[in-house]
């Protein structure tokens, strides 16, 4: 099997033990940006409106609703700590994209495509205007992204990619004048459609920003059961409420259609020590982009204020039965592959170190991006499935719910994406054998000059095709 520039340039064992000995298996985001604590959910309350979730989904809902309605009582219920899961350790990617990248959108809502991508990019405008109204501390930065190509059959991938005035191809000199990798060979920079965010500072700003507004925050307040859309049951008490939207992300859902939708896949993440002014310059990046490069199993990365660099993806692991365990975060192997990658594409880097290593479980859902939908004869609404793809797309989830509740005709509600929904996985052992089984193939297709086998093909032929 042919090799992966990250096999051909392997940096010495030594330089990633080194690098890895200070690491600490911590959030380095949940760290920086210490939350408000909130009560715990006791007694026996009505309201208008009940929140299901602390995340990112969960709090654009209620502060979109306080702000539609003032009036309104709204309450939110988080089983934990508010953005303590993938809202507080994401990589900080704000993609405008709603459909998982432009061909995913385009081969499952081909005909709403555009009118997608024009959704897309006026719901990060609107996530960028909020951000400035509100005044929310997240280091939201508007800096676009690159896609990058470090195999020679990628560069054709991104040449064909640069349509529209905020796209612009980069030859291996160009995209070598804005980043300095010896793996770079070309990219792709989207101006536009991309921005970096603090993801804990943005879970806690928006926690800030609902309390402000009047919304009702409840912690280690776990849902147990929803009866007829209207009651909700906790460890303190019962909710009862004249609509419900749940916002699970990779956690069961509450209802009982959704429980084979997604699956969580566990996804990996390092950061470093701050960068210095030499080694800083030694590999350019004065424009601050999100980095992504183009495999099927692929790496993203960016830049911190404090100028560390965060470096994750790669390994997508599925675990037998689906299960979200606290266990599965330290993945020695893993971080050692990232470590070793990091290297590759960084090779002046040589001596930096790591402080913190993490990882998250993923909501993937089998058409990757977001599904929605109601139940309980309306009084409950959902949105799930983001895969990944959810730092902005929730805001976007968040309206969707909101209209579904108030059962408005609305652009985004006659959108087929939102009409529709995705193929359930299959219950274990399938499970289990179809995932990884994909997995290995996306390996195989990387070191095949992309090229797919007839397992993938097959999938994508059923609307399964899997991109990491």
Not at 103 to 119: S, T
Not at 261 to 277: F, G, H, I, K
Not at 387 to 397: D, E, K, Q, S
């Given at each position: 099997m042919?090799?992966?520039v990250?096999?051909r340039?392997?940096?010495?064992?030594a330089?990633?033990s080194?690098?890895?000995?200070?690491?600490?298996?911590?959030?380095?985001?949940?760290?920086?940006?210490?939350g408000?604590?909130?009560?715990?959910?006791?007694?026996?309350?009505?309201c208008?409106?009940?929140?299901?979730?602390?995340?990112?989904?969960?709090?654009?809902?209620a502060?979109?609703?306080?702000?539609?309605?003032?009036?309104?009582r709204?309450?939110?219920?988080?089983?934990?700590r508010?953005?303590?899961?993938?809202?507080g350790?994401?990589?900080?990617?704000?993609?405008?994209?709603?459909?998982?990248?432009?061909?995913?959108?385009?081969?499952?809502?081909?005909r709403?495509?555009d009118?997608?991508?024009?959704?897309?990019?006026?719901?990060?405008?609107e996530?960028?205007?909020?951000?400035?109204?509100?005044?929310?501390?997240?280091?939201?930065?508007?800096?676009?992204a690159?896609?990058?190509?470090?195999?020679p059959?990628?560069?054709?991938?991104?040449?064909?990619?640069?349509?529209g005035e905020?796209?612009?191809?980069?030859?291996?000199?160009?995209?070598?004048?804005e980043?300095?990798?010896?793996?770079?060979?070309?990219?792709?920079?989207?101006?536009?459609?991309?921005?970096?965010?603090?993801p804990?500072k943005?879970?806690?700003?928006?926690?800030?920003?609902?309390e402000?507004?009047?919304?009702e925050?409840?912690?280690?307040?776990?849902v147990?059961?929803?009866?007829?859309g209207?009651?909700?049951?906790?460890?303190?008490?019962?909710v009862?409420?004249?609509?419900?939207?749940?916002?699970?992300?990779?956690?069961?859902?509450?209802?009982t259609?959704?429980?084979?939708?997604?699956?969580?896949?566990?996804d990996?993440?390092?950061?470093?020590?701050?960068?210095?002014?030499e080694?800083?310059?030694?590999?350019?990046?004065?424009?601050r982009?999100?980095?992504?490069?183009?495999?099927n199993q692929f790496?993203?990365?960016?830049?911190?204020?404090?100028d560390?660099?965060l470096?994750?993806g790669?390994?997508?692991?599925?675990?037998?039965?689906?299960?979200?365990?606290?266990r599965y975060e330290?993945?020695?192997?893993?971080?050692?592959?990232?470590?070793?990658?990091?290297?590759?594409?960084?090779?002046?880097l040589?001596?930096?170190?790591?402080?913190?290593?993490?990882a998250?479980?993923?909501?993937t859902c089998?058409?990757?991006?977001a599904?929605?939908?109601?139940?309980?004869?309306?009084?409950?609404?959902y949105?799930?499935?983001?895969t990944?793809?959810?730092?902005?797309a929730?805001?976007?989830g968040?309206?969707?719910?909101?209209d579904?509740?108030?059962?408005?005709?609305?652009?985004?509600?006659?959108?087929?994406m939102v009409?529709?929904?995705?193929?359930?996985?299959?219950p274990?052992?399938?499970a289990s054998?179809?995932i990884?089984?994909?997995?290995?193939?996306?390996?195989?297709?990387?070191?095949?000059?992309?090229?797919?086998?007839?397992?993938?093909?097959?999938l994508?032929?059923?609307?399964?095709?899997?991109?990491?």
């Amino acid at each position: 099997m042919a090799s992966t520039v990250f096999e051909r340039q392997a940096p010495p064992a030594a330089v990633v033990s080194h690098a890895l000995a200070p690491a600490r298996q911590a959030v380095f985001w949940i760290e920086d940006a210490p939350g408000d604590r909130y009560p715990r959910f006791r007694g026996d309350i009505e309201c208008d409106l009940a929140v299901v979730g602390g995340g990112y989904t969960g709090l654009w809902t209620a502060l979109l609703a306080k702000r539609e309605n003032p009036s309104a009582r709204v309450v939110l219920l988080e089983g934990r700590r508010i953005g303590w899961a993938a809202s507080g350790r994401n990589g900080g990617f704000c993609e405008a994209s709603l459909t998982h990248g432009d061909e995913n959108g385009r081969a499952r809502f081909g005909r709403e495509f555009d009118e997608l991508q024009r959704l897309g990019s006026a719901n990060l405008d609107e996530i960028e205007a909020t951000v400035g109204e509100l005044g929310l501390d997240a280091d939201f930065e508007r800096n676009g992204a690159i896609d990058l190509a470090t195999e020679p059959h990628q560069v054709e991938w991104l040449r064909e990619g640069a349509e529209g005035e905020h796209a612009r191809f980069l030859d291996r000199e160009a995209v070598q004048a804005e980043v300095h990798s010896p793996t770079y060979l070309g990219g792709l920079l989207r101006t536009r459609d991309s921005a970096l965010v603090h993801p804990a500072k943005l879970a806690r700003a928006l926690a800030r920003a609902c309390e402000a507004a009047g919304v009702e925050l409840f912690e280690r307040s776990p849902v147990e059961g929803i009866a007829d859309g209207t009651t909700l049951s906790t460890p303190g008490g019962v909710v009862r409420s004249k609509r419900t939207a749940l916002a699970p992300n990779v956690f069961p859902s509450l209802l009982t259609r959704n429980r084979l939708a997604t699956v969580p896949v566990y996804d990996y993440v390092l950061m470093t020590e701050p960068l210095s002014v030499e080694q800083l310059a030694s590999i350019g990046w004065s424009g601050r982009q999100g980095l992504g490069d183009s495999a099927n199993q692929f790496h993203y990365y960016r830049l911190t204020r404090d100028d560390r660099i965060l470096f994750g993806g790669y390994d997508a692991v599925y675990h037998y039965g689906g299960r979200v365990r606290e266990r599965y975060e330290d993945r020695p192997e893993t971080f050692r592959k990232l470590a070793a990658h990091f290297f590759t594409t960084f090779p002046q880097l040589e001596g930096l170190t790591f402080t913190h290593r993490w990882a998250g479980a993923i909501d993937t859902c089998s058409r990757f991006c977001a599904f929605f939908g109601t139940a309980r004869r309306g009084t409950v609404a959902y949105a799930t499935g983001y895969t990944g793809l959810g730092v902005a797309a929730t805001h976007f989830g968040a309206q969707v719910m909101l209209d579904l509740l108030a059962g408005r005709e609305t652009q985004r509600t006659r959108l087929e994406m939102v009409r529709s929904r995705p193929l359930p996985f299959p219950p274990e052992p399938a499970a289990s054998l179809g995932i990884n089984l994909t997995r290995w193939s996306l390996d195989r297709a990387d070191h095949h000059e992309g090229r797919r086998n007839l397992f993938l093909r097959t999938l994508d032929a059923v609307g399964l095709g899997f991109d990491s």
